[in-house]
Nanobody, 115 residues
Framework: QVQLVESGGGSVQAGGSLRLSCAASGSIFSINTMGWYRQAPGKQRELVALITSGGRTNCVDSVKGRFTISRDNAKNTVYLQMNSLKPEDTAVYYC?????????WGQGTQVTVSS
C-alpha cells in the first residue's frame, strides 16, 4: 500500500509564499513523474507543475516565474515552492506520483490567498 502525505498549505496574503511537500511511503518500487495539480471551487482539476525522474520540469503558464517544483528522490518527496501568490492561486492542491504500474494521489491541501 502506498501513502502520500501532503503538508505546507495554509492562508497567506497576496504576494506571500508557501512551500508544499508531498512524501510517499509504502510499497513504491519506483517513482517516475511527480507533480502537483490544483482544483478551485467550481472548476476542474488542473495541472500546475510536473517533474520527471530525470529532473526535467514543466509548469502551466499562469505560474511560470512564481512556482518551482523540485524533488528529493532519496526521500520520495516532491515540493512546490510558491512565491508571489495571487488570489487566483486559491485552490486545493493535490500531489500526484506515477509509480511503476499506476498513479497515486495525495489527499489535498488547501491554499488560500487573500487580497
Amino acid at each position: 500500500q502506498v501513502q502520500l502525505v501532503e503538508s505546507g498549505g495554509g492562508s497567506v496574503q497576496a504576494g506571500g509564499s508557501l512551500r508544499l511537500s508531498c512524501a510517499a511511503s509504502g510499497s513504491i518500487f519506483s517513482i517516475n513523474t511527480m507533480g502537483w495539480y490544483r482544483q478551485a471551487p467550481g472548476k476542474q482539476r488542473e495541472l500546475v507543475a510536473l517533474i520527471t525522474s530525470g529532473g526535467r520540469t514543466n509548469c502551466v503558464d499562469s505560474v511560470k516565474g512564481r512556482f518551482t517544483i523540485s524533488r528529493d528522490n532519496a526521500k520520495n518527496t516532491v515540493y512546490l515552492q510558491m512565491n508571489s501568490l495571487k488570489p487566483e492561486d486559491t485552490a486545493v492542491y493535490y500531489c500526484y506520483i506515477e509509480g511503476a504500474w499506476r498513479g497515486y494521489w495525495g489527499q489535498g491541501t488547501q491554499v488560500t490567498v487573500s487580497s
